[in-house]
């Protein structure tokens, strides 16, 4: 079955860089959700779009934006990079943002800033 | 607000025997709860959930938990640990604060299974 895909894997970037990070959800899943895991921690909410447009907003810093296309791909945007971005970002799809769907996650993307 | 709590940094035990890893939540109203597993270097996969109904909820790879209203709690649990169960376990509660259904998890929990 079709998973969530994400792209880069891995990426390193420079302070003050930016960064794109993409996500195609699973095929007609039109809800997708951002989340950030710093080393050892558990993934926190960043954002999260239905049907193209932003439903949600967690603790997501003012650098970042994100947004989800006509054919539901996504991809958050990253600038000015720190040295604290350095985390795993996770995307996952669901089937309509219905509380009662389970989420699937892509493997997600390891950015590193130095 | 909604939280989930799992006591455990880690739980070790012996191939064979019987799991569980403890989640305790905090909500407003019904709670739709869930499991995942996040084995190394890899995204999080979706185990089970408990939504309504039957309090034993069963997923994948023979994991089953419990749904105890009076003490929120949602533990996960296996008959018979494998090797290869060794990962890193996260509970997780829909907010439902909002329509769109994110989901707040717990500290995460290792389970070490030894042979």
């Known amino acids: 079955a079709a998973g969530v895909i994400q792209s880069p894997r891995h990426l390193i970037k420079e302070k003050r860089e930016t960064a794109t990070l993409k996500c195609y959800p699973i095929p007609r899943h039109d809800t997708v959700y951002w989340y950030q895991q710093g080393p050892g921690q558990d993934p926190q909410f960043l954002i999260s779009f239905y049907e193209k447009m932003q439903s949600d907003k967690g603790s997501i810093p003012d650098r970042f934006s994100a947004q989800q296309f006509s054919d539901y791909h996504s991809e958050l945007n990253m600038s000015s990079l720190e040295l604290g971005d350095s985390a795993l970002y996770f995307c996952?799809?669901?089937?309509?943002?219905?509380?009662?769907?389970?989420?699937?996650f892509g493997p997600g993307t390891r950015l590193t800033v130095t | 607000a909604q939280s989930v709590a799992q006591p455990e940094d880690q739980v070790n035990v012996a191939e064979g025997n019987p799991l569980t890893v403890k989640c305790t939540y905090s909500?407003?109203?019904?709670?739709?709860l869930f499991w995942y597993v996040q084995y190394p270097n890899r995204g999080l996969q979706f185990l089970l959930k408990?939504?309504?109904?039957?309090?034993l909820v069963k997923g994948s790879y023979g994991f089953e938990a419990e749904f105890n209203k009076s003490q929120t709690s949602f533990h996960l649990k296996k008959p018979s640990a494998l090797v290869s169960d060794s990962a890193l376990y996260f509970c997780?509660?829909?907010?439902?604060?909002?329509?769109?259904?994110?989901?707040?998890f717990g500290q995460g929990t290792t389970l070490q299974v030894k042979p």
């Open positions: 909500v407003s109203g019904n709670p739709y």
């Open positions: 408990y939504i309504t109904g039957d309090n």
């Open positions: 996952a799809s669901s089937l309509k943002q219905t509380p009662t769907y389970e989420q699937y």
């Open positions: 997780a509660v829909r907010d439902r604060s909002s329509n769109t259904g994110k989901l707040i």
